[in-house]
Structure formats: structure tokens, C-alpha cells
Nanobody, 115 residues
Framework: QVQLVESGGGLVQAGGSLRLSCAAS????????MSWYRQAPGKEREDVAR???????NYADSVKGRFTISRDNAKNTVYLQMNSLKPEDTAVYYC?????????WGQGTQVTVSS
């Protein structure tokens, strides 16, 4: 059974940094694209960043230059380094993957950025 567990969220002032982690189990982690999404209250879920098995990355325009996604295949973990945080980054952040056309989501971690 595939399981994704996020951690690292919290409360931070604008301009600060956080690093989110997502630990995966029950899957051959190194072969799969991993993604971070976020959902703010009253808004649709937004695709934030993605990293392929080969290490290629892409980002939402709203986070380019501030967020960095990375992965450690030895630890079955994907990270999201978030710098220069803004109040509009406040959301629940989820990691996700798709295996055999089936999406799997973590439980989410809350990030709150105060102004």
C-alpha cells in the first residue's frame, strides 16, 4: 500500500523559509514523478512543483525562483524548499504521485505565512 506522509509545515513570517518533506513507502520511489500541490481556503487545489524520476523539475509561475523541489531516492523522500514566503502562500500543502493511473495523496501539512 502506497503511503505519503508530509511534514515540515508551520507558521512563519513573510520573507521566511520552510522546508517540507514527504516520505513515501510501499512504492518503488525512484521510478516515479513526485508532485507538490497546495490548497488555500475557498480556492481550488493548485499544482506547485513537480520532479520526474530523472530529476527534471517544473514549477508554477507563482513560486518560480522562490521554491525548489528535490528528491532523495535513498530516503524515499521528496522535499519542497520554500523561500521568500508570502501571505498568499498560505495553504495546506500535499505531495502526490500517480501509480498505474491511480493518484495517491498525502494527508497534507499546513503552511501559514503571516504578514
Amino acid at each position: 500500500q502506497v503511503q505519503l506522509v508530509e511534514s515540515g509545515g508551520g507558521l512563519v513570517q513573510a520573507g521566511g523559509s520552510l522546508r517540507l518533506s514527504c516520505a513515501a513507502s510501499g512504492m518503488a520511489f525512484r521510478f516515479y514523478t513526485m508532485s507538490w500541490y497546495r490548497q488555500a481556503p475557498g480556492k481550488e487545489r493548485e499544482d506547485v512543483a513537480r520532479i520526474t524520476s530523472g530529476g527534471s523539475t517544473n514549477y508554477a509561475d507563482s513560486v518560480k525562483g522562490r521554491f525548489t523541489i528535490s528528491r532523495d531516492n535513498a530516503k524515499n523522500t521528496v522535499y519542497l524548499q520554500m523561500n521568500s514566503l508570502k501571505p498568499e502562500d498560505t495553504a495546506v500543502y500535499y505531495c502526490a504521485t500517480v501509480i498505474a493511473a491511480q493518484p495517491t495523496w498525502g494527508q497534507g501539512t499546513q503552511v501559514t505565512v503571516s504578514s
